[in-house]
């Protein structure tokens, strides 16, 4: 919560055109991006830090959680990145919102499924996390293919 807090302050100095809100920017949407890559898995499963390399943890976790965490965190993550590349005006930026953008679509598909199936609130919670980086991955899009940086 403190490092998407953190973003979002970046973002609102990004907008607001403060000097030095790249940095901001780019350290807290860097923290959250590994965060999301690395443990994911973990942070949507609910397993704290300290027991996520003991097996008992992962009792009553199915391989379709494990999965749909493990992809959720990694379209996640390559959204935040992109949200970093598009504030910075860098390179590449289309190319991780775009990647992270069909991944993360994958990711709600497969959560909206296995939550029609198994009514479980790990699945709710992916598929709204989903939903609202979507959102703002596809507002972040359109924002810098308009400013005809296609790159």
Known sequence: MILIAGALVGLLLALLNVPYHSVVVSLF???????????GFALFNDI?????????SYRGIGPWRIAIAIGTGLGLSQL??????????????????????VLTA???LLALIRNRK??????RN???RCAIFIIIGTVFLL?????????
Do not use: C, D, W
Not at 29 to 39: E, K, M, N, P, S
Not at 143 to 151: D, I, K, P, R, S
């Open 80 to 101: 935040t990145v992109g949200f970093m590349l598009a504030v910075g005006n860098y390179p590449m930026t289309r190319s991780f919102l775009s990647f992270g953008l």
């Open 48 to 56: 704290p830090f300290s027991k996520i390399f003991k097996s008992e």
């Open 143 to 151: 924002v810098h293919v308009q400013q005809g940086q296609a790159t």
């Open 29 to 39: 949407l860097v923290a959250l991006g590994t965060l999301y890559l690395y443990l």
């Open 118 to 123: 198994e009514k479980h609130q790990f699945y």
């Open 106 to 108: 994958l990711m709600l």
């Open 126 to 128: 992916i598929a709204l």
